[in-house]
């Protein structure tokens, strides 16, 4: 008679979790960074469609790694319940902190009981008033959250890019200040000379404070050549 097959909780997450990390390392990195107008998100990303990074609520944005199909499925549910939040009680109820936890719970749930992960890391940002208020949750894949504060980098190489960015961010910088470290980090390779990243292979995104109810915008190739070359585009762009 065969004995049955035992594999103990300790391994199976451990399995879990090697796999999910594996999944994310592949992917490319998103940099998330607080300035003096609000937050900015840059990744690279050829797609016009695709997008790693994106709008949730009036004053929250979403950005993601991993697998599109399966963090773009977590995306529409955010929307859905910032929405059904926003329309049941009032707009101003509608928050990063509740988001956060109801994704926290989403992924936990399916790491513990589903056979295998969601290859996802997210971060779940909101703009407050001043940069004081701003608020930014780091998401890993088995459902647990950090409170972030000023930066935050995620995906393929995460670690040497997390130490450039540290070395290279400092309170109080502007839009074009933010852009031009984001993108120098991005170009930034384990070995060798770093690449150059051209506007065309980036997506980049704001919450703008400034901005009323709606914060979230999207750069344009044109408008993120004016800021790597130190001017500040035309807000119409």
Not at 57 to 79: Q, S, T, W
Not at 103 to 111: E, I, K, M
């Amino acid at each position: 008679m065969s004995m049955p097959f035992y594999v103990s909780p300790e391994q199976l997450m451990k399995d879990r979790a090697d796999y999910a990390r594996k999944g994310i390392a592949r992917g490319r990195s998103v940099v998330v960074l607080a300035y003096a107008d609000g937050i900015a998100f840059a990744t690279e990303n050829p797609s016009r469609a695709l997008h790693k990074v994106s709008e949730i609520y009036d004053r929250i944005a979403f950005a993601a790694v991993g697998k599109y199909n399966e963090f773009e499925n977590l995306r529409v549910a955010g929307v859905r319940y910032a929405d059904l939040r926003g329309y049941s009680y009032d707009r101003s109820d509608v928050n990063a902190r509740g988001l956060a936890n109801a994704y926290a719970q989403t992924l936990g749930t399916v790491f513990t009981t589903e056979s295998k992960p969601l290859e996802v890391e997210l971060v779940v940002a909101e703009v407050g008033a001043s940069p004081e208020q701003d608020q930014i949750y780091r998401l890993s894949y088995d459902g647990s959250v950090a409170d972030e504060r000023d930066h935050v980098v995620m995906g393929g190489q995460a670690e040497l890019l997390a130490d450039r960015l540290s070395a290279g961010w400092q309170p109080g910088l502007d839009l074009s200040g933010v852009v031009r470290l984001a993108v120098d980090v991005l170009g930034t390779q384990a070995e060798g000379e770093p690449r150059r990243l051209d506007p065309g292979q980036l997506e980049v995104a704001v919450l703008d404070r400034h901005r009323p109810r709606r914060a979230f915008r999207r750069l344009g190739a044109p408008a993120l050549a004016e800021l790597l070359e130190g001017s500040q585009p035309d807000e119409r762009v």
